[in-house]
């Protein structure tokens, strides 16, 4: 029989983890939250009864697995206040869900409980979503060497493919995940934007950049991203980012300075995917290089 679940956190991380390993036949003992009406929510949203639904941490039933989902900065004080409040056996597993932090920072001197942390490499807009994104979706797990089996198992019961990470390497994969994510997202609003600042209808700028978005993705998927990388730089045209960085320089110092940054990161690309010469690297080189910043006021925020 597989082992009995307890949600403390019913915030989309959990209640989506939670549906999942619920519909993969694990029992759910509990399902805690500071407020009663969003544990119920979650209940009807997992499937299982809404009288597992409570505010109390110390309703914690025998249970073999404790899933914390709980944002970054209270996973301490929760994990804390938990096994204080709670008498767990030490074949107890609790596990969290940070990109950021190791499953250590759980620990409680005097308590011998297994600790995991498991990392859906995904963005969590919200509960459903995540859900339905759950099957195949990468996640890093990181741990007591006795409790990594049960995380694998866990993985593959919601679907997903696990990969063991170094718990003192989180913060710089966390970092891989937010520049992926995250940063894209606030190119994406960047290259909006400048579509707006073009004249162009804030509504269509988005559906406009999108095929090309997408095709860049694809080719990412297909080619990797040195052989998937298009436009100018690679290209070596040195006249149209000199164009680039002038545009870009009347209509704001920082968009012009963050061209720059991400045009010698893209030029470094360019030139370890073979298909850029010496001479053009160098030309962009000076271009993307000498430019310094200047008193030129910001004219979008």
């Known amino acids: 029989m597989k082992q009995h679940i ?15 390993l619920y ?18 929510s979650a209940c009807e949203f997992i499937g299982c009864s809404t009288e597992l639904a409570s505010v109390e941490l110390t309703n914690i039933p025998a249970t073999e697995i404790i899933l914390l989902a709980v944002p970054d900065d209270q996973i301490v ?15 107890t597993t609790l596990i969290h869900f940070s990109g950021l932090y190791p ?3 759980m620990r409680l001197t005097g308590t ?9 490499l995904l963005p969590f807009a919200d509960r459903q979503s995540a859900f339905d994104s759950l099957e195949h979706c990468p996640c890093a797990l990181e741990g007591n060497s006795s409790a990594l089996a049960l995380g694998e198992e866990l993985i593959r019961a919601i679907g997903g493919q696990s990969f063991l990470l170094d718990g003192e390497k989180k913060a710089l994969y966390h970092s891989s995940a937010c520049i992926a994510s995250n940063f894209l997202v606030t190119l994406i609003a960047w290259a909006r934007d400048l579509l707006i600042n073009c004249g162009i209808k804030s509504d269509q700028a988005i559906p406009l950049l999108m095929p090309l978005i997408q095709a860049s993705i694809e080719n990412i998927k297909t080619y990797g991203p040195e052989q998937g990388l298009t436009g100018p730089i690679v290209r070596g045209d ?64």
């Open 112 to 120: 011998a409980i297994r600790l995991l942390s498991l990392h859906p």
């Open 238 to 301: 040195v006249e149209t980012v000199s164009k680039h960085i002038e545009a870009l320089r009347k209509t704001s110092v920082n968009q012009r300075d963050t061209y720059l940054k991400l045009g010698e990161l893209t030029l470094a690309l360019a030139e370890n995917s073979g298909r850029l010469n010496a001479e053009l690297t160098q030309k962009l080189q000076t271009i993307l290089s000498q430019e310094k910043p200047d008193q030129v006021t910001d004219n979008i925020s």
């Open 23 to 40: 519909r993969a036949g694990y029992p759910i003992s509990a399902v805690i939250g500071r407020d009663r009406h969003k544990a119920i």
């Open 6 to 20: 307890a949600l403390v956190g019913p915030g989309r991380v959990g209640c989506a983890i939670t549906k999942s």
């Open 103 to 105: 499953a250590d920072i």
């Open 77 to 91: 004080i929760s994990a804390q206040r938990l096994q204080g409040m709670n008498e767990l056996p030490e074949s």
